[in-house]
């Protein structure tokens, strides 16, 4: 995984600041790769509870995460039971949890 510890500390922080405490989150994509360099940050945000305004609360929480993290390109999707779920969710779900 090609993020630090306090990267990763301060994802899953700041996620469940914007999304509540029983939210988890999962890094996917290249970052994920020891291997590989550059890329952005890939996270799937996973609730298990419907969310209202799940757009506006992942853009919340990637422009928090930019400040936090610096300038570095942050995509969030997000699962939960009222949101269709898309082959990227099923990628994703298989991500690294932070």
Do not use: C, W, Y
Not at 16 to 42: C, Y
């Amino acid at each position: 995984m090609r993020l630090s510890q306090q990267q990763a500390d301060t994802i899953a922080a700041i996620t469940k600041e914007i999304f509540g405490p029983e939210s988890s989150v999962k890094l996917f994509g290249s970052r994920t790769d020891d291997n590989r360099r550059g890329g952005d940050i890939d996270l799937l945000v996973e609730l298990p509870h419907p969310v209202t305004d799940a757009v506006i609360a992942s853009a919340t929480l990637e422009a928090r995460l930019m400040r936090a993290l610096g300038m570095q390109k942050i995509d969030v999707i997000v699962s939960a039971p009222n949101l269709a779920v898309t082959p990227v969710h099923d990628i994703a779900a298989r991500g690294i949890t932070l």
